[in-house]
């Protein structure tokens, strides 16, 4: 069973406007999620994570958000730009060094 | 240096070679992983080495074998693969007790096809 659930395979978004990218969890114990960004033929990137005892990470153009009580995050990234155009995946630390990986959402800006 | 090096690139492999792929880090880190990636999946974790030793392996079959013989290297020996083992082989390390907050850096991935 899916531990971590990104449920949209696919998102377009015009350039300039805001993407969000959805992910829902099962598992309450874990304590750190993560977003990656992956480009074709490259290995997942490292974006940006968020506590579990906080509601919000904010880095540059991208957010994080958490509530723990519906079991949900959402990666916000504003304003979006044609270099974001990659297959995010949602990830979440089950024990020090396992992270468990969301199916992915390929995000297109469009010009 | 804040790359994960894996080599080679691409690999065609038959089902009855010995190959190997090989991954490097300088970065310091303690912890470096296998995962093996299929088209449209998610990475799926196979081994975990921490501080050179195997502390994970999510039952993965012996034609895959790993190998960890310093901090900066990770290896995974294969023999005897079939062809459904054909997938983006993806190395990664990150600071132990850390993954948390900076995740895994990862490397490029090796796209092997058993034939």
């Known amino acids: 069973d899916q531990q971590v659930k990104q449920n949209s395979p696919s998102l377009s978004v015009q350039e300039g406007r805001i993407s969000i990218l959805n992910c829902d969890y099962t598992?309450?114990?874990?304590?750190?999620f993560l977003w990656y960004k992956k480009y074709p033929a490259e290995g997942p990137t490292f974006l940006i994570s968020?506590?579990?005892?906080?509601d919000k990470n904010e880095d540059g153009r991208f957010t994080v958000f958490l509530n723990k009580s519906a079991k949900h995050l959402s990666l916000h990234i504003v304003p979006s730009q044609p270099g974001d155009s990659a297959v995010y995946f949602c990830a979440a630390k089950e024990t020090d060094d396992k992270i468990i990986f969301g199916k992915g959402t390929r995000l297109h800006i469009l010009p | 240096d804040t790359e994960v090096t894996q080599t080679p690139k691409h690999l065609v492999m038959g089902m009855t070679n010995k190959k190997s792929l090989k991954c490097e880090q300088h970065m310091g880190h303690r912890a470096m992983y296998w995962y093996k990636q299929k088209a449209k999946k998610p990475p799926e974790l196979m081994f975990v080495y921490s501080y050179e030793k195997l502390s994970i392996n999510e039952s993965v079959p012996s034609r895959f074998s790993p190998e960890c013989p310093n901090s900066s290297l990770l290896n995974l020996h294969l023999h005897a693969l079939q062809p459904e083992d054909s997938a983006l082989y993806l190395c990664a390390s990150s600071q132990i007790g850390q993954t948390g907050l900076y995740g895994y850096t990862f490397g490029s991935g090796t796209r092997l096809t058993v034939v």
């Open positions: 598992n309450s114990m874990f304590d750190y």
């Open positions: 968020i506590s579990s005892i906080k």
